[in-house]
């Protein structure tokens, strides 16, 4: 059966990638006794490596639900329960005196009343954290990481506010109760155990668990068709954001889980994992679609019968996306990944993004089976975005220096030029207009301001109509640069 949907991919990928400008997109497909894979593209368009089923890339949010199923094993083990208040079960006072009561499963469903976050992130050079030490200096602070710290760390605990912090203190408490750091234990009960030799954590350190394959990709900021290497960074909170895997790797975990869903016990119980995919509390979703959340779970809506799955939307700025869902009732599941992050748009929603459709058709196809017939590349499609000019270049770098310095936070000046001389066009663009120098001269622009989103704000007028025109032809939905994005900078 994955053969016929495999060939459908295979034909299917590169359209996928050239009309989403991806530079590469893997894909694996798998049921409970089946596991294909395949790719397309570049894992690197400077040395013009290849996108394949083994290439690493940082996996972001797919870290959640491996501390989910980490934490459960805790609990099958009788080490806490799901009604456990989390304070019970970290060192006493991490979370300060006053910290409100929440507990485990608050935490894993995204109620554990941590303001939404994107990924606490520093600089790959940066010294290496402890997750229990981070939290404790996190709370201490009792400030959000985005734009200097404009929002409370803390609101009122029990509503929806995806947290990758809340996760992070979840994986401090699976440290705590298992007595080793958390890269060990996940790397020995979640990763060997599933069979993923290639899926390491990047927790700064040297240690045996975050030293993996040298095979890794590299993401790219986009801005049309012209693509920038991402910021080498990683987070602190790295047990919600900081595993390393492969495409084939994760469809490996994927398909464990499949098995357990069908009642084998796995790297967990059937009844660990039940708990883990019923939902506990409505997501916000687009155009009136239902999806819950699990334990670090995202659901669809269950009224959706057969068609129901798991799974988790994924991303590491700036440059990966993933999307892994779970078809318990067809017995499929698919993960996929792509290195591109349009940084015109900011998200990018599975339904335009080349590893959320891959992973959808799959789904679709390996129960109605592939399409007998498929269109052929007609020429090469590709994104047809501005070419680039000194004064883009210079608005390239003004973006990308706020979403890192600004909305990221990262004090730590950017490797700029090394990033500017990895540019490179999708399709036969020009680079001849390409001023290297003048994205760095944007990036350092905005650094000098950041974190203050005020001042970045007044930073992103000043680049005037010429600049919101560029936006647009750059593939974003409104003349606007976003700066700062008013969600993190308490203003949206």
């Not at 900081?242 to 967990?268: E, H, K, P």
């Not at 936006?471 to 700062?484: Q, R």
Request: some cysteine; proline content about 9%; hydrophobic content about 40%.
């Amino acid at each position: 059966m994955l053969d016929d949907v495999i060939s459908a991919l295979d034909t299917v990928l590169p359209r996928l990638a050239a009309v989403t400008g991806t530079p590469g997109v893997a894909v694996a497909v798998a049921t409970s006794t089946e596991l294909r894979a395949t790719a397309t593209g570049f894992a690197d368009l400077a040395a013009g490596v290849p996108m394949t089923a083994g290439t690493v890339a940082p996996a972001g949010s797919l870290t959640k639900p491996v501390t989910g199923l980490a934490f459960l094993q805790l609990v099958e083990a009788g080490a806490a329960g799901l009604d456990t208040p989390i304070d019970q079960v970290l060192p006493a006072g991490l979370r300060g005196r006053d910290a409100p009561p929440v507990t485990t499963a608050m935490l894993a469903a995204h109620q554990g009343g941590y303001y939404g976050d994107i990924v606490t992130a520093t600089a790959r050079t940066a010294p290496a954290e402890p997750v229990l030490g981070y939290v404790r200096r996190r709370h201490e602070a009792g400030r959000a990481v985005e734009y200097g710290g404009v929002l409370p760390l803390v609101t009122a605990p029990g509503p929806y506010s995806y947290s990758s912090f809340g996760v992070g203190v979840l994986g401090g408490a699976v440290e705590h109760l298992s007595g080793e750091p958390y890269g060990a234990r996940v790397h020995r009960e979640v990763f060997a155990a599933a069979g993923m030799p290639d899926t390491t954590i990047d927790d700064g350190t040297h240690r045996p668990w975050a030293t993996g394959s040298r095979d890794r990709a590299t993401g790219y900021m986009a801005f049309g068709d012209w693509c920038l290497p991402s910021p080498p960074l990683r987070t602190s909170a790295y047990p919600g954001v900081g595993m390393y895997t492969s495409v084939a790797d994760f469809g490996r975990l994927l398909q464990s889980l499949l098995r357990t869903a069908g009642g084998d016990r796995g790297l967990v119980g059937p009844e660990s994992l039940a708990a883990m995919v019923t939902p506990r509390v409505p997501r916000p979703s687009q155009h009136g679609v239902r999806s819950f959340s699990g334990l670090t779970f995202e659901l669809a809506d269950p009224d959706l019968g057969e068609d129901w799955w798991w799974g988790h939307t994924a991303a590491f700025p700036w440059g990966f996306w993933w999307e892994a869902r779970v078809w318990p009732h067809r017995d499929v599941a698919a993960v996929a990944v792509g290195n591109r992050w349009d940084m015109a748009r900011f998200h990018n929603p599975a339904t335009r993004s080349a590893p959320g459709l891959a992973v959808e058709w799959a789904g679709r196809w390996a129960v109605s089976g592939a399409p007998e017939s498929l269109p052929d590349m007609d020429g090469r499609p590709r994104w047809t975005g501005p070419r680039p000019t000194p004064e883009s270049s210079h608005w390239m770098g003004v973006l990308a220096g706020e979403r890192t310095h600004g909305l990221l936070g990262v004090a730590e000046p950017l490797p700029a030029a090394a990033l500017a001389g990895g540019a490179r066009s999708l399709g036969d663009g020009d680079a001849a207009g390409w001023d290297p120098e003048g994205f760095v001269r944007g990036v350092e622009r905005a650094r000098a301001v950041a974190p203050d989103p005020a001042a970045l704000g007044v930073l992103g007028r000043s680049l005037g109509p010429a600049a919101a025109l560029w936006m647009l032809e750059c593939g974003a939905s409104s003349a606007d640069l976003t700066m700062p994005v008013g969600f993190y900078a308490g203003t949206g």
